[in-house]
């Protein structure tokens, strides 16, 4: 056998031994849960790895006492427990958070479709928006046809973790195909409304569509 053939067969074992050749992880742990790194074959960003802006830092909410109040033009305002909300019907996705500022990453959510929460406090005939309040002062909203046609969720779970404190624990938006500023995160509040209106971001410039690909900022005439 040649010389050289001899060198690269031991450099293949050398390698396979060392463990240089590493298989691609399907899950990790994080705190003390599993966190998956795939669904459906599709390739999830580790939640150590997600970037993540808020306007006054990590809100940390008590479980026990949390509520969610839904109100504006519902036949019911109703305040939720989070038993309540993670007692509707569960469903999950695979989608991008895309930020204005140009980085992104991919997760799997889990949680309630806001149809159903909707459904649970009857909206008006004549409801058009949906605010969303958060915690920290933070504030944004999202048309009504847009939220019921592409049945956007509330998630709990993140790659199938309980979400986390930084990530918006108890409740964050998944406002798939919306620049990552309409995806509320620490909602404490809904309000059904007829009227358009602007948030946090979307009163300092931001495009209050924030469809991902279109202008980040309002037309100014």
Same mark, same amino acid.
């Given at each position: 056998?040649?010389? !050289?053939?001899?060198?690269?067969?031991?450099?293949?074992?050398?390698? !396979?031994?060392?463990?240089?050749?590493?298989?691609?992880?399907?899950?990790?742990?994080?705190?003390?849960?599993?966190?998956?790194?795939?669904y459906k074959g599709e390739s999830l960003t580790p939640i150590a790895q997600q970037r993540n802006n808020a306007i006054e830092g990590t809100q940390y909410i008590d479980k026990e006492s949390y509520r969610l109040r839904v109100e504006g033009l519902v036949e019911n305002p109703r305040n939720f427990t989070y038993e309540e909300i993670?007692?509707?019907?569960?469903?999950?996705?695979?989608?991008? /958070?895309?930020?204005?500022?140009?980085?992104?990453? +991919?997760?799997?959510? +889990?949680?309630?479709?806001?149809?159903?929460? !909707?459904?649970? +406090?009857?909206?008006?005939?004549?409801?058009? +928006?949906?605010?969303?309040?958060?915690?920290?002062?933070?504030?944004?909203?999202?048309?009504?046809?847009?939220?019921?046609?592409?049945?956007?969720?509330?998630?709990?779970?993140?790659?199938?973790?309980?979400?986390?404190?930084?990530?918006?624990?108890? /409740?964050?938006?998944?406002?798939?195909?919306?620049?990552?500023?309409?995806?509320?995160?620490?909602?404490?509040? !809904?309000?059904?409304?007829?009227?358009?209106?602007?948030?946090?971001?979307?009163?300092?410039?931001?495009?209050?569509?924030?469809?991902?690909?279109?202008?980040?900022?309002?037309?100014?005439?």
């Amino acid at each position: 056998m040649k010389p !050289i053939l001899l060198v690269l067969i031991f450099s293949v074992i050398f390698v !396979i031994a060392s463990g240089c050749v590493s298989e691609k992880k399907e899950s990790e742990t994080y705190g003390n849960q599993t966190e998956n790194l795939s669904y459906k074959g599709e390739s999830l960003t580790p939640i150590a790895q997600q970037r993540n802006n808020a306007i006054e830092g990590t809100q940390y909410i008590d479980k026990e006492s949390y509520r969610l109040r839904v109100e504006g033009l519902v036949e019911n305002p109703r305040n939720f427990t989070y038993e309540e909300i993670t007692g509707l019907p569960e469903t999950s996705k695979v989608v991008d /958070l895309n930020c204005v500022e140009g980085w992104s990453f +991919t997760a799997k959510w +889990t949680g309630v479709k806001m149809a159903d929460l !909707i459904a649970e +406090t009857g909206a008006g005939e004549n409801a058009t +928006t949906v605010v969303f309040y958060s915690a920290d002062g933070y504030s944004t909203s999202l048309d009504m046809d847009y939220l019921l046609e592409n049945e956007i969720i509330l998630a709990y779970k993140l790659n199938d973790v309980t979400l986390p404190p930084e990530r918006g624990f108890p /409740l964050q938006l998944v406002a798939e195909s919306k620049y990552g500023y309409k995806w509320a995160k620490w909602i404490v509040r !809904i309000e059904i409304s007829n009227s358009p209106y602007k948030g946090y971001w979307e009163k300092k410039g931001y495009n209050n569509r924030a469809d991902v690909g279109g202008p980040a900022f309002e037309r100014r005439e």
